[in-house]
């Protein structure tokens, strides 16, 4: 993940504490995943990582488990916590969209 660079895209769209969350949430991806979100984009635009971190209103209903890959306290909504995470990582594909490394 290109870090400053992200962060100086994302300073000109949302503000100091969103951005410093999406950030977070993005290094959270990369480390669970054990990949970089810079790969990911060049080797299909994201789609792959996007789908492995679907969780749906269905899997919730269900009560199926959280990805392995992915941590959280008991009781956490992880419908809520794996689409924080999908907005961030869309948030920092938007950014690769828009500059091409």
């Not at 895209?9 to 949430?25: A, F, G, Q, V, Y």
């Not at 990805?67 to 948030?91: G, Q």
Request: one cysteine or more.
């Amino acid at each position: 993940m290109r870090k400053e660079e992200f962060k100086e895209w994302l300073s000109t769209r949302i503000k100091k504490k969103p951005t410093s969350d999406c950030m977070s949430r993005c290094k959270a991806v990369e480390i669970a995943l054990h990949t970089d979100l810079d790969a990911e984009y060049a080797l299909d635009k994201g789609k792959r990582l996007l789908q492995k971190m679907q969780y749906s209103i269905s899997d919730e209903r269900k009560q199926k488990a959280a990805p392995t890959e992915f941590h959280f306290k008991d009781n956490a909504n992880i419908r809520y916590r794996m689409a924080n995470l999908r907005s961030a990582v869309n948030k920092y594909f938007e950014f690769c969209k828009e500059n091409i490394a």
